[in-house]
């Protein structure tokens, strides 16, 4: 059973940093693209940022953490990194990781399997 599990949330100042981790399990992970997406209070869930599969690994990001944030995939580990970087009070946010098999990985119906999120709050 394919299972995600997301870390490395917390509480950061503005312009601080954080890395969470995605790590992938149960399931064949070469294949599969992984994006984060992220939900603030009272709001719609949003996409972050995307990684193709392994072989294409092509990543894009959302306009607004474009040039802040970094997504990188270790093969090895099968997991899945999203640097955030100068985070700002509007990234405060559940942060989830996904994966997909098929494309329009900007959108939440593209991905079959979620994992819990991990909360990252930026705050002074």
């Known amino acids: 059973q394919v299972r995600l599990v997301e870390s490395g949330g917390g509480l950061v100042h503005p312009g601080g940093s954080l890395r969470l981790s995605c790590v992938f399990s149960?399931?064949?992970?070469?294949?599969?693209?992984i994006g984060w997406f992220r939900q603030a209070p009272g709001k719609e869930r949003e996409f972050v940022a995307y990684?193709?599969?392994?072989?294409?690994?092509?990543?894009e990001y959302a306009g607004s953490v474009k040039d802040r944030f970094t997504i990188s995939r270790d093969n090895a580990k099968n997991t899945v990194y999203l640097q955030l970087n100068n985070l700002r009070p509007e990234d405060t946010a559940m942060y989830y990781c996904?994966?997909?098999?098929?494309?329009?990985?900007?959108?939440?119906?593209?991905?079959?399997?979620w994992g819990q999120g991990t909360q990252v709050t930026v705050s002074s």
């Open positions: 996904a994966a997909a098999t098929r494309g329009g990985l900007y959108f939440e119906r593209a991905y079959d399997y």
């Open positions: 990684i193709h599969a392994i072989g294409n690994n092509n990543a």
């Open positions: 149960g399931g064949t992970f070469y294949n599969k693209h």
